[in-house]
């Protein structure tokens, strides 16, 4: 009985009090409980990325399997590619409008809820819903509301803008011309996902003492200065992380457009593309670079994040 | 005094604010329903926000009658996807927050960079591999794929439970005798209840609204409804007020228990954020 399980907090492995040492039974028993684990993500996530990497450096345009070496050709005609560029400035303009969206959204609905106005439990809960929901739900409700026939045969939202008297605000939505149709598709992601967003910043609020607010009141700081400058200065590391979840959730976007776009190219992306390319024409080579490309656009937000996480866990 | 009266000022329009918001969040779920309790003769897109007549299920009843096989394969689906992943999500969550293990951070880094890869980047040699196991179009070969993309965020919520269990309780545990089984089965398990309710939910509601996986290694007969809603809606022949209503089925699931747990949801989507 020589091993002793780490105490909480104290996980770093460079810890000099155990010297190398013989790992126990027990920790034999540790060991082979996540063997399982970690061996299927060697595979499923590490081996199958660099197979994707293979395919996409070949020739495999067919139905047939074809490995033989391509350098970066699928790249290039990437690069060359015409429903690519229009994903890429899809992407682009989804990204930041999906961004502001909901980091706005999301800070004045944790604002209100941290008001302490009566019923907050149930707004809040009304706020959140939609992330429970599947995005193929939401497109479906969506594609209806955002339907974009005019005269008599008008529906949906710009139904009930005309019956409330808002004309002005009737429009073609997502079937508005390039490139700002993607912009609409932006409206039901913010639904569903700005209640994250809302519950970020809300546990961020809540964790900040009243001690402080009281501290500010008393040096003559109303409300609004309370905000501005002492608490969403604290909410700063909150408003990263949301950037970095939800940022990797657009570049991946995908369910929500297949819903809501139907094969409209115009409202194309690259997981859409990816799809599309692979299953549907065969050319894996294409889609194998595709998906490489997107795997490194992740990285390159995740990666920084997962070692800031986990050495700041470390520090603790 | 004088902050405490201008508090009470704003009151309403704070009040009309959150109302506001509300109904821009409820909107959706108001046309669906109404939609949905609509009968044949009453459903014109013209008509969307006009309340019905009386209440009537014929829209439910054929949009059923579509998904009802599809709804079933999700429940097959996703019962024995969220146990199996919080069974091994518990086991890897002791590990790492409990024993000393060489490399378990940066092991620990490596299994959680799995949850945020976007699956295009897997996916071709997923459907490869899964074909030459013979379990593409099975929805054994789904519960798989759920279960082993999930041990990243299973594990992680487990850990960041189990850091709370103080170590002193383990060596308490481990003074009277107790091994890694006994720690674990008469110890830890006892103490995780809320933590596997969270993954459960979690592993639920994600494989349940999944849609990538289950169109690329199903097929027609084992479409989870998912995939199948999304082909009702994108067919010709099938009406929108019952395209309307089979969008509702399809989100009573998850959301009922959102309704009935949504505490523990949200705790599911903290730990996504890496925020314990």
Redo the contacts between chains.
């Keep these: 009985?020589t091993?002793?399980?780490?105490?909480?907090?104290t996980?770093?492995?460079t810890g000099p009090a155990?010297p190398a040492r013989r790992?126990s039974?027990?920790?034999w028993?540790?060991?082979a409980?996540?063997l399982?684990?970690?061996i299927?993500?060697a595979i499923?996530?590490?081996?199958?990325?660099g197979?994707?990497l293979r395919?996409s450096l070949s020739n495999w345009t067919g139905l047939l399997p074809d490995y033989s070496f391509a350098g970066l050709r699928q790249y290039l005609d990437l690069a060359r590619d015409a429903r690519f560029a229009i994903d890429i400035r899809n992407t682009g303009i989804f990204t930041v409008l999906f961004l502001t969206s909901c980091l706005a959204i999301g800070l004045f609905?944790a604002i209100?809820?941290d008001?302490r106005?009566r019923g907050e439990n149930l707004?809040r809960?009304?706020?959140?819903?939609?992330?429970?929901?599947?995005?193929?739900?939401?497109?479906?409700?969506?594609?209806?509301?955002m339907?974009a026939?005019t005269g008599?045969?008008?529906?949906?939202l710009n139904?009930?803008f005309h019956?409330l008297g808002l004309d002005p605000l009737i429009n073609e939505w997502h079937l508005t011309d390039p490139p700002w149709g993607i912009a609409f598709i932006v409206l039901p992601a913010v639904?569903q996902m700005s209640?994250?967003t809302m519950?970020?910043y809300l546990?961020g609020l809540r964790a900040i003492s009243d001690d402080l607010r009281e501290a500010a009141?008393v040096d003559g700081a109303?409300?609004f200065q309370t905000y501005r400058y002492i608490l969403l200065p604290l909410l700063r590391p909150i408003t990263l992380?949301?950037v970095i979840?939800l940022g990797?959730i657009s570049?991946?976007i995908?369910?929500l457009i297949?819903?809501i776009s139907?094969n409209n190219i115009a409202l194309d992306v690259?997981?859409v593309y990816?799809?599309r390319t692979?299953?549907d024409g065969n050319n894996?080579g294409k889609?194998?670079a595709?998906?490489?490309l997107?795997?490194i656009t992740?990285?390159v937000l995740?990666?920084p994040?997962?070692?800031y996480?986990?050495r700041s866990e470390?520090e603790l | 005094m004088k902050?405490r009266s201008a508090?009470r000022a704003t009151?309403p329009i704070?009040?009309g604010?959150?109302i506001g918001?509300?109904v821009?969040?409820?909107?959706?779920v108001y046309?669906?329903l109404i939609t949905g309790l609509k009968s044949f003769a009453e459903v014109d897109?013209?008509r969307?926000?006009a309340l019905p007549t009386g209440i009537h299920f014929e829209n439910f009843a054929l949009a059923y009658e579509k998904l009802a096989p599809h709804l079933w394969n999700s429940m097959r689906l996703v019962i024995p996807a969220a146990l199996i992943s919080s069974m091994?999500g518990s086991?890897?969550g002791?590990?790492?927050?409990?024993?000393?293990?060489?490399?378990?951070?940066?092991?620990?880094?490596?299994?959680?960079?799995?949850m945020?890869?976007?699956?295009?980047?897997?996916?071709?040699?997923?459907?490869l591999?899964m074909e030459r196991l013979g379990l593409r179009g099975s929805i054994t070969g789904l519960i798989l794929v759920h279960v082993?993309?999930g041990?990243?965020i299973t594990?992680l919520i487990f850990r960041n439970y189990?850091?709370?269990?103080?170590?002193e309780v383990?060596?308490a545990g481990?003074m009277d005798g107790a091994?890694?089984?006994g720690?674990y089965r008469y110890v830890v398990f006892p103490l995780s209840i809320p933590a596997f309710v969270v993954v459960l939910i979690w592993q639920f509601?994600q494989a349940?609204?999944d849609?990538?996986f289950a169109?690329?290694l199903t097929g027609n007969r084992t479409w989870p409804v998912?995939v199948a809603?999304?082909n009702l809606?994108?067919s010709q022949i099938v009406q929108?007020n019952v395209?309307?209503a089979?969008?509702?089925l399809?989100?009573l699931p998850?959301?009922l228990?959102?309704?009935l747990l949504?505490r523990y949801?949200?705790r599911g989507?903290?730990a996504?954020?890496?925020?314990g």
């Design positions: 009985m091993a002793i399980p780490a105490a909480a907090g996980r770093s492995t155990h790992p039974r027990d920790q028993t540790a060991i409980v996540v399982p684990s970690i299927a993500t499923f996530v590490y081996g199958f990325i197979w994707t395919v609905l209100l809820l008001q106005l707004f809960s009304i706020f959140l819903f939609p992330m429970a929901i599947s995005f193929i739900v939401t497109g479906v409700a969506w594609r209806w509301l339907n026939a008599s045969r008008i529906s949906g139904l009930l019956q639904w209640g994250f519950a970020l546990g009141r109303n409300e992380s949301a979840i990797h570049l991946k995908f369910d297949v819903a139907q690259p997981a990816m799809w692979t299953f894996y889609g194998a595709i998906g490489i997107m795997l992740v990285a995740i990666v994040y997962l070692v996480s986990m470390a | 902050a508090r009151r704070l009040y604010l959150m918001m509300a821009f969040y409820l909107l959706p046309v669906l897109l013209q969307m926000w091994i086991l890897n002791y590990v790492f927050s409990k024993w000393k293990i060489r490399y378990s951070n940066l092991i620990f880094a490596l299994l959680l960079f799995g945020f890869i976007p699956y295009q980047a897997v996916i071709i040699p997923l459907v591999f082993v993309y041990i990243a594990s189990y850091a709370g269990v103080p170590t383990l060596e481990r091994g890694f089984w720690l509601t349940y609204n849609f990538l169109v690329v998912t809603l999304n809606a994108g929108w395209q309307m089979g969008a509702l399809t989100a998850t959301l228990v959102y309704i949504g949801f949200l989507l903290m996504g954020a890496l925020k």
